[in-house]
């Protein structure tokens, strides 16, 4: 089964810095996308990124990008000039054909 | 946003009873899916429908079941709801054939207490 690992169950970061949240997953498809969604207090899940598996290029959507390993199997989020909005769970997901696996979630905390 | 309603929005029931979720949607999409949501597990994929009437399980599905009459309705059914089924609980919806390649959209999800 495919796994999605987000290690830093909570991360801070300061208003107008950059912040970085991890996630490896473990696959053994050549084909697949990964997801980041964020879920602010209302719980409402919301796409923020996605990336295309064949794709070399770090997809980026205004102030979020991110890293995209292939062979280490690392897909990164970076969030630009934080805003107190950003505050939420953010979510990595991995999704084949036939499989969608979620990681634990990561807490951002936004201060201002 | 997607078009997609669930209810009820939150639910007290007793262990042993019976209890249905319902997941609507007004964007015509293929693909539904109920997912449960549970602290350390991020979301799991319960059961998903690829077509009415055409439905598979996910990673947790032992309790549940499901029915897919219309492409706009999607049910979840608790049979007989024990504690361990105390969840918040996702529909998502995606649109094409190649489902994996497409993105889901969440529904606002419905908290479900299990006494």
């Known amino acids: 089964a495919q796994t999605v690992t987000q290690s830093q169950p909570e991360m801070s970061v300061q208003e107008a810095e950059t912040v970085t949240l991890s996630c490896t997953y473990d696959?053994?498809?050549?084909?697949?996308?990964l997801f980041w969604y964020k879920q602010p207090p209302s719980r409402q899940m919301i796409l923020v990124i996605r990336q295309e598996a064949y794709k070399q290029q770090n997809a980026t959507e205004n102030r979020f990008s991110v890293n995209f390993q292939k062979a280490a199997k690392s897909f990164s989020l970076k969030i630009s000039d934080s805003q107190l909005g950003d505050a939420a769970m953010y979510f990595c997901a991995y999704r084949s054909i036939g499989d969608m696996r979620f990681g634990a979630g990561t807490r951002l905390t936004v201060k201002p | 946003d997607a078009g997609i309603t669930q209810s009820p929005r939150h639910k007290v029931t007793e262990t042993g009873t019976p209890v249905t979720l319902r997941c609507h949607q007004t964007?015509?999409?293929?693909?539904m899916y109920w997912y449960r949501q549970d602290p350390g597990h991020g979301l799991r994929l319960i059961h998903y429908s690829y077509g009415v009437k055409d439905t598979d399980k996910g990673e947790v599905s032992d309790g549940y079941s499901v029915s897919r009459s219309k492409t706009e309705d999607f049910l979840l059914t608790l049979e007989s709801a024990t504690s361990s089924q105390t969840s918040v609980y996702f529909c998502?919806?995606?649109?094409?054939?190649?489902?994996?390649?497409?993105?889901?959209?969440f529904g606002p999800g419905t908290r479900l207490l299990v006494l």
């Open positions: 964007e015509n999409h293929r693909y």
């Open positions: 696959t053994s498809e050549s084909d697949y996308y």
């Open positions: 998502a919806i995606s649109e094409s054939f190649r489902e994996y390649q497409e993105t889901q959209y």
